[in-house]
């Protein structure tokens, strides 16, 4: 594990539930289509594109920092990108989301993923990281999906409002389901791994959607391949955050999976999570639309979450999910300002 000290960036001291001089904050999402300078890129590349061009991803990566006074960095691509290390097709639809070829929904198809994920088909994430380190001076956050978010959509074939064709696989083929997470879970493992070869400083696992499964489910067939990123990620000596949204019956089970830092979605006060896991940091978590709120509103709230997180170490306030692509970015300067204005406990 890196050793924590007192030249350590905030973010990472929050990470790991040590002293800092102010909240820490990022933003999930934070290079998007919220920003004009991002519109502008994407009037002549798509986002799978800007996602395979390291130098584009870099930019897109580097705006938010220049507009805000932010405490991290985050890689810019996309969950489903390390797929293709499986040989698994698939594009990214404007307005729609990732669309895969030829969904993964029987033991054949779950065959034919490569069982020895081609790396070479991710250098040019392994290039973004490494250009972002020599051009920035907040730390790094590198991701992943987590095995059940990316699988919903090999097996959906795209995104889904409730994960039918999923959670019929899990039930009438559970050998075939339980696969298909390992071998995801071992193309994370690598990926992540390739992500803090190449600098990355901290790590956000992404399980947008399990919070459609029961505690039962999640147990059953979810929490042992998503541990075995966590404990994969832990050797590695970095930090790293477990996400999820809907999640607030599961939060006892993400927790066995694994994660520095519990990052929770707004419909969950932080106050119950810190008491359920006093030994964790955790992140978030205003609610995204409050960026549409008149400024005192957003000021309340935003004072409302810090309350939860009750100033005491191991908080890094962030949205309880990705900014939205219409929020206001005079209100997003609000927020980042206020975060930081806002003395913590150094207790």
Known sequence: MNRVTTETPRFLRACRSQPVDRTPIWIMRQAGRYLPEYREIRKSHTLLEICRAPELACEVALQPLRRFDLDAAILFSDLLVPVAALGVDFDIVEKSGPVVGRPVRDREAVGSLKLSPDLRELECVFETVRLLRKAISVPLIGFAGAPFTVGSYLIEGGPSRDFRQTRLLMLREPEVFCDLMERLADLMIAYVSGQAA??????????????????????????????????????????????????????????????????????????QVRARFPERAVQGNLDPQALFAPGEVLDRMIDEVLAEAAGAPGHIFNLGHGILPESPIENVTFMVEAVHSRTVRMD
């Open 198 to 271: 190449a600098g990355i400083q901290a790590v956000q696992i992404f399980d947008s959607w399990v919070g459609v499964l029961s505690p039962a489910d999640y147990r059953r067939h979810v929490l042992r391949p998503t541990r075995r990123i966590f404990q994969a990620i832990a050797k590695l000596g970095i930090p790293s955050i477990h996400f999820g949204t809907g999640t607030a019956a599961l939060l006892d089970h993400m927790a066995e999976a694994g994660g520095d830092v519990l990052g929770v979605d707004w419909r969950i006060p932080l106050g």
